[in-house]
Structures are given as structure tokens and as C-alpha cells.
């Protein structure tokens, strides 16, 4: 077999990089509008779709950048501070 | 079917033979004619390739790199400044496991310019994941050409195909050339590359190995390529099969057996120092010519073996390691005095720059190797 | 059996493609044949000069010839300026383009056998002409084919056809059976 230096996608290969955060997205369902944005900047691929269409944090993976919270065109995504525990 | 080729038309038509899915070059005296000749078969639809017009080698190491990584045949060939510009690429086809293949038409590297052979191009590639075969006629480039793609996808690396400037690139000679139906059975079923994309089974390519990682991918190179030598063995046996031309190993031994100077060389003048070494037993000298091949991998139980029987071994280069010597004369030494064999080693270096290497000459050092 | 050929000419007048095609003729005959270009500065107008090696067996060396059999000058404004018979072996055959008189005057000069052939003329006379330049090259290959009678006319004919095609090969191959027959030799 060929040693070919490759990466395969994988989840949680660093770790559950969840832990990171200091702050976490927090989705206002009221407001949120499904446009997909957070859905489609999320650097890490966490935000996925419910059957509804709407958007779905995965905070095992999810390190609290917040770039979802800043595209959101109707500020439905708010950073909320961890809670420590 | 026999034609009257150059070396350089040689390797277009084993390119065609080979049906080559992806071509691209920069043009650079003396490779010109080898691209030439296949956009003239592309053109005319006797090649089904893809002809990539770049604005230079390195680009065009890239373009093949990129097709590799396709899936598809590639091939390039390029000379002296071409594949030092070609350089860095030339390292990411290796370490990416690629099997394209790479005519390299050896001519000695600027400053000062020169357009005639020499092998300190070739040699450039030593280090760096390639393996490296080297002809001596257009027959034998034709020939290698066509197993170089049939190697490179069994070793999973790239192939390079030497040949030298002029002597061999623009002289013309009989070649036979083979039907295409051998050829195809000699290639076989074209099978999926493991290192090309696949689209069910995502990867990325460039990523970072950290140090606990890096080397187990440099290893694997090394080990392949050193085992190479039975694997081009096979190679060309199946290739003797298939079309019926002539098989030499990696080392073509010419009155090696009972010689007592043996000389080790490669490339084109080799024809002129077996000549030499021909003139000489006439006059009831014991001289051989020991034509080396195949530089990685590099023929290490062939030259232990000859040196073994030898009392003088002449090692001829047609380069320089500068400050340090003889390339080939270096390597051959490692592997004696790794073998316990303490026949004497003779280095010497010359036809740089194109200089003419008659039989004479080689006469004159086979002399000076017998102490006569 | 190895007869060894010196081509001298200059830079755009076909030297090189009269030692392919004098090789390719040679191969016609069943013989082993090698086309040696000598790439230098190839500008026009600069001396250049091309070998060929012919022989009943494989040939391996590839190095310049410089014992040849036979040299051929494809234009005779070069025999003042390059030495054409140097090496040349004793019973060799320098195989001119010019007239009677050039001949003998070289005779005397070099003391080797002589042909010449009014290749130029016949260039002229034919059409053979390329960028201002008289074709010599084809008489020539006539003439050293019959000079040294390594290959005859089938074999130059099939070398012509099998190169070129149409009015080229036509003319190209007039050239050639008249240089073989015109070619006369002195000394």
C-alpha cells in the first residue's frame, strides 16, 4: 500500500473542539427568517438543517467564533457567555 | 514496424503508443522536437491528448501534476534551465505519489549557456522521489518511454526518461517500432489511480504532517524506490514478452565477465567506449563496459557484483558533484564500500558541455585504468 | 563494414537533411544507418557540417566522425575557408559541388580522389530553390550515393517518396537521380 500524505475528512479529529468556546450562538427560532446564511459562513461545518429547513448548532463542534452571529441579517443568533460547570 | 527516428521523435512515438491522456511542455532546445512531433500527432488524431499550452516548466510540471491527480496518463519533458524552473514541482509529483512521466533531454546547465549534453540536469533529480532511467539510442528511448508509464504506476511515483542532447536527441537511427495492439497488452486495463481524486471518497492534498508523521511518508519513498530494481526487472521482461525487443536489467554488461578494467558509464557515449573496449580485446586487452540504466534505483547488487570480479573499476561521469567529484563515481563507491569489495575505483569525469567522447579517448583511459 | 560520411555546408542549405535522407536510403538497403546532426550556432549562412555512419551491423558509438570515407561540400565556396579533407582516410573520396576545374585543382592540392557534380546548376536548372538558396543538397546525395556505391537508385527513390510527397518529392528526386548520374571523378 502507497503512503499517500493525504487528509481525510474525519469528526473530531482535534478533539471536541466544542470546549473551546467562550461564547456560544444562540438561535432565536422567532426570528430566524431560513435564509441559510450562518448555515452556509460557518468555518466549521456545524450548522446543519432540521427537516424544517431551519439551522441546528452542533456545540460538541461548534468553537464559538460568532461569525454566525454576525452574518445573520436579522440578528436572530446571539453570543451568550458560557456558563462555567 | 521499422522506422527511421530520432531520438526525440522516438519519444513522441512512445508517448502516442502509450496513449498518453494529458501532454504539457514549455518549449527549450533540444527537447523541442519531442513536443513538436506529438502536437503533430494530437493534431492530426492519431494521439486522443490533451495538449496544455503553459508559459513555463514549472507550470508545466503543474498541469501534469494537476491531470496525475485526475487520473490521467501525463507526460512532460523539458532540459537543463527548463527542469531546474521545473524544480519545485518536480518534488510535489514525488511526494504526492504521481505517476506522470518526464522525458529529460540531459544538456549542461547555464552559466555559461551551452545547448549540448550533459548530465548534471539529470543528476539534479537524484534526490528528490523520481525514479530516473537513462537511454543510449532512440531505440532504447522509444522502449523506456513505454515502460517508464507502466513503472511509474506500479511504484506510484514519477518516472524520468534521460537521453542525451543531440547525440542521441537529433541523431536518427533505425528504430523498431512497435504495434499498438502489443503496447496495450503490455499497459493493460487502465486502473483507477489511488492517488487520483474521488469524489465518493473525499481527501486533501497539501496537507501538514506534523513530526511524528513526516517521515513514515519519505521512508515509503525510499523503500519503493530502492526495491525498484526488480520491480523494472519485471517490467521488462513483460515488455520483452509483449513486442520481443531486447531486455539488459538495469546494467548492460558488455565483456564484463573476464575483464580486468571494467568501466561503468551512462548515456549515449557508452556506444563509443564499448566500441573502445572492442578495439582493445582485439589487441588482447580484458576491458568491459558496465552501461548503467537505471540511476533510482540505482543497480546496487549489478555494480557489486561486477566491481566484485573486476581489478579496476572506471567509473566515467558526465557530471559533477562541484567540489566534490563524479556523481556516479560517488554512488558506485558508497555501494563497494558498503559491500565489503575493495576493488579500486578509478572517477573520471568528462564530455561536459558536449564535449566529444570518442572511442579514442576511451581507449586512451582504459589504458591509464590498466596501468599500460 | 563501416564507412563513415562528412557533410560540409552552410547553415539553411539542407546539409542536415542530406545526411537523413542519404541514411534513410541506405536503411532501404537493409543496412544499419545512423544521421549525425552537428548543432552549433546554426545560424544562416555559417559552415555546419553533419556525419552519417553506415554499416551491415548495429552501430553503438555516437560520437563525431573524424575519419570519414567520403566528405561531401555542398558549396564550394567553403573550400578555401574550412580544411573539407581534413581526416579524411587515405583512399577517401572528396565529393565536390563545383566544375572540372575545381577538381583538379584539389587533386593537386590534397592528393585524394575527387568527384564533383554541378549540383548547383542542376538546383537551378530543376526549380530547387528555398529562401535564395540553391538546393544543392539533393544532386549531392545523387553523387555520394554513386561515389561511394553504398545504395543505388531504388533505394534513394523510396528515401525521396517516403519523405516528401506530390510536385517537392518530384523535384527533390530529379535532383537526386541527376546528381547520381552526372557526378564524374577526377584523380
Known amino acids: 500500500m502507497v503512503e499517500l500524505p493525504v487528509a481525510r475528512p474525519s469528526v473530531g479529529a482535534a478533539g471536541k473542539t466544542g470546549n473551546w468556546r467562550l461564547f456560544k450562538p444562540s438561535i432565536d427560532y422567532r426570528k430566524c427568517i431560513k435564509c441559510l446564511l450562518c448555515w452556509m459562513y460557518c468555518p466549521d461545518g456545524v450548522i446543519s438543517l432540521s427537516g424544517k429547513g431551519l439551522p441546528v448548532i452542533d456545540y460538541e463542534y461548534c468553537k464559538g467564533c460568532g461569525i454566525c452571529a454576525e452574518e445573520c441579517p436579522v440578528k436572530a443568533i446571539e453570543m451568550v457567555k458560557e456558563v462555567e460547570g | 514496424m521499422r522506422e527511421f527516428l530520432t531520438g526525440n521523435y522516438a519519444a513522441a512515438y512512445g508517448v502516442k503508443l502509450s496513449r498518453v491522456e494529458v501532454v504539457s511542455a514549455y518549449p527549450i532546445t533540444p527537447q523541442t522536437s519531442v513536443i513538436e512531433k506529438i502536437s503533430e500527432f494530437v493534431e492530426k488524431g492519431e494521439l486522443k491528448a490533451k495538449l496544455i499550452r503553459v508559459e513555463s516548466e514549472h507550470s508545466a510540471m503543474a498541469a501534469v501534476i494537476g491531470a496525475a491527480f485526475s487520473g490521467a496518463r501525463a507526460y512532460t519533458a523539458t532540459s537543463a534551465q527548463g527542469l531546474l524552473y521545473m524544480y519545485e514541482m518536480i518534488w510535489w509529483a514525488a511526494g504526492s505519489r504521481l505517476p506522470v512521466v518526464a522525458g529529460i533531454v540531459t544538456r549542461a546547465i547555464a552559466p555559461p549557456w551551452s545547448i549540448w549534453t550533459d548530465h548534471s540536469d539529470f543528476m539534479t533529480l537524484r534526490d528528490a522521489g523520481w525514479a530516473m532511467l537513462f537511454a543510449s539510442s532512440a531505440q532504447e528511448v522509444l522502449d523506456m518511454t513505454i515502460q517508464a508509464f507502466k513503472l511509474a504506476k506500479e511504484l506510484m511515483l514519477p518516472v524520468a ?200 579517448y576511451f581507449e586512451k583511459i582504459f589504458l591509464k585504468g590498466l596501468g599500460v | 563494414m563501416l564507412l563513415e560520411f562528412r557533410w560540409h555546408g552552410r547553415g539553411g542549405q539542407g546539409v542536415v537533411t542530406a545526411a537523413l535522407l542519404f541514411a534513410r536510403a541506405a536503411v532501404n538497403k537493409g543496412l544499419y544507418a545512423l544521421a549525425i546532426p552537428f548543432f552549433g550556432a546554426e545560424r544562416r549562412g555559417a559552415p555546419v557540417v553533419a556525419f552519417n555512419r553506415i554499416s551491415d551491423k548495429v552501430i553503438r558509438m555516437r560520437s563525431s566522425v573524424k575519419r570519414p570515407d567520403f566528405v561531401a561540400v555542398l558549396d564550394p565556396s567553403l573550400l578555401g575557408l574550412v580544411d573539407v579533407a581534413g581526416g579524411l582516410k587515405l583512399g577517401g573520396t572528396l565529393i565536390i559541388n563545383g566544375s572540372k576545374e575545381t577538381a583538379e585543382e584539389f587533386v593537386e592540392k590534397v592528393g585524394k580522389r575527387v568527384a564533383v557534380v554541378d549540383a548547383t546548376g542542376i538546383a537551378l536548372e530543376l526549380g530547387l530553390k528555398l529562401s535564395g538558396y540553391a538546393l544543392a543538397n539533393m544532386p549531392m546525395v545523387g553523387a555520394v550515393a554513386r561515389v561511394s556505391g553504398v545504395v543505388d537508385l531504388d533505394a534513394l527513390r523510396k528515401a525521396v517518396y517516403d519523405v516528401w510527397d506530390g510536385r517537392v518529392a518530384d523535384s527533390n528526386w530529379a535532383g537526386v537521380e541527376r546528381g547520381f548520374k552526372e557526378v564524374k571523378i577526377f584523380g
Open chain 2, 161 to 360: 526518461v534521460g537521453w542525451d542532447a543531440f547525440i542521441t536527441s537529433h541523431t536518427a537511427e533505425p528504430v523498431e517500432v512497435p504495434p499498438q495492439e502489443q503496447v496495450d497488452y503490455f499497459l493493460g486495463e487502465k486502473k483507477k489511480s489511488p492517488a487520483a481524486v474521488d469524489f465518493e471518497n473525499p481527501f486533501a492534498h497539501g496537507a501538514l504532517a506534523f513530526p511524528k508523521d513526516y517521515p513514515k511518508f519519505r521512508e515509503d519513498i525510499h523503500r519503493t524506490l530502492k526495491a525498484a530494481g526488480e520491480v523494472y526487472s519485471n517490467i521488462e521482461r513483460r515488455y520483452y514478452e509483449a513486442t520481443g525487443r531486447e531486455r539488459y536489467g538495469l546494467v548492460e554488461e558488455v565483456f564484463c565477465e573476464d575483464a580486468d578494467a571494467v568501466m561503468f558509464i551512462m548515456g549515449a557515449a557508452a556506444g563509443d567506449a564499448i566500441h573502445a573496449a572492442g578495439e582493445l580485446r582485439r589487441k588482447g586487452l580484458h576491458v568491459g563496459v558496465a552501461r548503467i540504466r537505471s540511476i533510482r534505483p540505482f543497480p546496487r547488487n549489478e555494480v557489486e557484483k561486477i566491481a566484485r570480479r573486476a581489478s579496476k573499476v572506471i567509473v566515467f561521469d558526465r557530471s559533477y558533484s562541484l567540489g566534490f567529484g563524479g556523481v556516479l563515481a560517488t554512488e558506485v563507491r558508497s555501494v563497494l564500500h558498503e559491500e565489503g569489495v575493495d576493488t579500486p575505483v578509478i572517477s573520471v569525469t568528462g564530455g561536459l558541455g558536449g564535449s566529444d567522447l570518442s572511442p579514442e
